[in-house]
């Protein structure tokens, strides 16, 4: 081995493995482009961005970790989204859930997501 060598295997190494994907049509309907990362809560994203977000809730891009994927305007397409890890906990964003997400809670969700989307 030398110094600062790195042994890797050969079989390709899986992301998301055994988690809930969903895959989804999304089109932005601005007139800017859109670029999303890997981790950011799919369910808020830019209001321009068209698709039905309520079962977005708790996903994020299925892509690897510091990537995005970027919507030209106009432009429509499928994205895969895998469910969040740990306790669904979500802040930030634009706000629309700060608190771990669960059944009894969807609803006063929805109706936030509803006044964002006005």
Known sequence: MIPGEYILRTEPIG???NKRTIS???INKGD???QIGSHYHFFEVNK???FDR???LGMRLNIAAGTAVRFEPGEEKEVELVEMSGDKTVYGFN???DTTIT???RDSIEQKLKEFLK
């Open 32 to 34: 800017r482009p859109v």
């Open 15 to 17: 992301i998301n493995v």
């Open 54 to 56: 309520m079962p977005t």
């Open 24 to 26: 989804i049509e999304v």
């Open 95 to 97: 706000n629309l859930v």
């Open 103 to 105: 059944d009894a809670n």
């Open 48 to 50: 321009q961005m068209s």
